[in-house]
């Protein structure tokens, strides 16, 4: 096991997945000295009937909760003032977020300004300016994420905020959110997390905690994705998969983003295509390329990837070429039981060939690994083109 | 990998680990917004020199607001209170706790009183009876074993009253545990062995225990990998810097682990000699190790099957066959006290009848075992243990233990 001569890691979420689960909120809540949560979430998750679920979890609790469901794709300030004015004229001392993306993002920045003034929605965008704890946030996945929902990340319209205390105190898994979803929001939310993890557990920044939480979040989803997207009725697999992107997302908050998830962000940005398909595309190119270079972990990840068995059976010199493969083979299976729905090139993934100059040279400039423009450029077209 | 129905995880502690660990602290103190710490410890710590090591590399940093450094072994409410007050007079606002369980417990009991500026401590006992974040505390093991510094439980005793009050918290984590291999560089190799063995009891219990769950899982695998590459080595060559920060990581890792599932018989009956013989609690974990894993091995065999591969590497994992997996796990656990054995010179006891005290007097004389076993009955952990065990087969497991016969 790799273990460097220094490193940090810390994980200020619990986790509570399984049965009832939501029904352990108000002790919960009570451990964390609030009384009175408002609950934010989206149109989409108040449509399929999640709220109701968990107000039901409150029933004989004696707790009042608030309810905002609301929150849109794109949320703006607009929506934080009215927010605020709710949460302070309603007396309230925490926050719900329901359902991953804008609704999580949403639920952070409010408590930014909640905690403090508003005005610290300014002061506080970049890196590490946030210099106190904030509010308790408790997050409850569906299976519709961005894979920042448990990371120190928040973003809002055209802010970054980045921070330790932004992560949420509790992560809520129950197995009546985690509804199911179609093939490729399913998909794209697992590939986040794949691609966090993975792209953590090979890196040389890792250290056996990250390991810890890359390799539950890895194994969970090569165990399970394919069988979900295949029958979305498989409930256990479905929270396993939730499980999964909530783990994959604490590993996110100790090390930097790996290039994988750095050139697929970008690349979705710059034609409106999907983070999650093109990172899980992206992948198996970028550990490809790290094969050549040193302090890089890939026959490692063997392990998560393909279980015990596989990962001993496996020639030690076969093992990183193995694990790379298990990806591409993870890619075609994907392809294939969605009918071709989830893309196996960036192509496919509605990328335009014009950006992929441009997302390289940007992505290199501000990358924390080992390639530079014209390796990201490289990986890139061969992901565009496929194998 | 398993998903139980249910499942509760959470280690809140901010881990900072290396060479130069120490060195990070005056940084974590800012981050939270401390600048005078008080540090707690015991004689052992500090005659040992490692309180010097750790204010070295406070210096320039921070100023120390005071250092106590008698925590007893048996710490109390009274040592508790006398610590509160200093803490006030030198103006503290924050904690450093050096050393093992006591002083861990102390300096936690002390973060109630001042957090709290609570006359009574009581009030604070039992579960969950703490709403809101203490002084931030900072942990600093000096041995690789008991994982303290990952638990959010606290025991305190009152002589006067003759009572141990339990306290149970979140709150109670320390914020920040520095993972420092200058802490364990001392240590003797019979201690480097036993709590070292400690650790491993720890991840292989949480591993194969009946509450475990993912997150522990894989925190247990790794804890066994590090100890398997490490352990023997590190007992033969105290000074190596790399294994003794590899030891200390595996620690904190299995305290994690078991911490957020639960233990079992070894810990049953371990908690039972230490108690009736005062055995050393990582002396008692090594000897019942293999024996819990054989009791239970017809309920959770696939799982410690598992453990092969962390505890012998992939080629001895393949080239053993699925039914014979558990077997080898237990027999490389008795060969690795073996190997401690050999290594401190007989110093690790693998039996019973081989543990002896200073004088070399045997610490636990076989008409005691009937003793251990009936304290064993009333020990919490006897609820989680896989199979079910009466007096009769305490009794059994012990007498096997003591002689060092595998069971039938």
Redesign the interface.
Known sequence: ?F???????????????????LEHLPVEL??L?ARKPLVITGKDAAGKGLVDVLIDAFRDSGITIGVFDGVPTSPDLILIRELFRIYRDGGYDAIIAVGGGSATDTAKTLNIAVSGEPEDLETCAGENLIK??LKPLVYVPTLSGTGYETSRYAFFGNKVYTSHFLIPDLVVIDPRMTVPEDAKTTASTALVALTQAAELYVSPGK???T???A??AI??IM?NLVNVIKNPQES?GR??LA?AHC?AGCAFSNAAAGMAHTLGKAAGDACGASHGLCMGILLPYVLERYLSLSGYHIADLLLPLAG??V????A?EKKAQKAIDTIYGLQKDLFKISGGAIPRTLKDANVSKDILKNTAAKAAGGASSGLDSDGCLAVLEQAWEGR | MDLPGYYEFCCRVKIIAGHDALERIPGALADMNARKPMIVTDKGVSGAGLIDIVTDALKGGIVIGAIADDVPPDSDLRVVNRLANAYREQGCDSLIAVGGGSVMDTAKGVNIVVSEKADDLMKFSGANALKKALKPLIAIPTTAGTGSEVTQVAVIKDHEKHMKMAFVSYFLLPDVSIIDPRMTLTLPSAITAATGMDALSHAVEAYTGLAKNPLSDAHALAAIDLIRSNLVNVTKNPGDRNGRLAMASAATLAGMAFSNSMVGMVHTIGHSVGSVCGVPHGACMAIVLPYGLEYNKHKNGHLSAELLLPLAGSRVYTETPKPERAEKVIALIRQMNQDLHDATGGRHARFFKEVTDREGKPMVPKEKLPDIARTALSDGSIFYNPEELDYDDLLMVLEAAWEGKPLD
């Open positions: 096991m273990l460097p001569n220094n490193y940090e890691f810390a994980c200020p979420v619990k986790t509570n997945s399984g049965n009832r689960a009570d451990a000295n106190k704890p250290n056996p905690l390991d810890s939480y390799y539950t194994s969970f165990e256990i929270l396993s499980n783990m015990f068995d990962y001993a059976g496996t030690e």
